[in-house]
């Protein structure tokens, strides 16, 4: 290597560590953005579960209502960022469907990131 070679090197060194960086902070909002979504539909299928199985210990109730009260009773024990209910029917007369969204951001300030995700939950 001549003397006027001796700073590439660095710099090819410098921007590959950059680049790793970069990389593996995408990777950790994609895991985190992924564990996100898991969580949003487990909450999502025990919620449709819930519903489902107060339907059948009242059936006089609504749907709509038992899903409203539901939700005021567990809402804030989930720490999704605006948490919606999108919709909550009941399909053939025993499939209860519900969809939800939240918001997601990533815990990654390099990475900024946010995102609406929504899941889809049935109980039969």
């Known amino acids: 290597?001549?003397?006027?070679?001796?700073?590439?090197a660095l710099i090819w060194f410098v921007f590959l560590v950059a680049l790793l960086c970069l990389?593996?902070?995408?990777?950790a909002a994609s895991v985190h953005q992924y564990l996100f979504a898991r969580?949003?539909?487990?909450?999502?299928e025990q919620f449709a579960i819930a519903i489902k199985t107060r339907l059948q210990s009242t059936p006089?109730?609504?749907?709509?209502?038992?899903g409203n009260l539901?939700?005021?009773?567990?809402g804030p024990h989930y720490s999704f960022?605006?948490?919606?209910?999108?919709?909550?029917?009941l399909e053939s007369?025993?499939?209860?469907?519900?969809?939800?969204?939240?918001?997601?951001?990533?815990p990654?300030?390099?990475v900024d990131a946010s995102r609406t995700i929504c899941v889809t939950a049935l109980a039969r």
Do not use: H, Y
């Open 1 to 8: 290597m001549g003397k006027d070679e001796e700073g590439s």
């Open 23 to 27: 990389v593996a902070l995408t990777l």
């Open 39 to 44: 969580e949003l539909s487990d909450f999502s």
């Open 60 to 66: 006089n109730a609504s749907a709509s209502s038992l």
């Open 70 to 74: 539901l939700l005021q009773e567990v």
């Open 81 to 89: 960022p605006q948490l919606q209910l999108k919709q909550l029917s």
């Open 93 to 106: 007369g025993e499939t209860v469907r519900v969809i939800f969204c939240a918001r997601w951001d990533s």
């Open 108 to 110: 990654v300030n390099a």
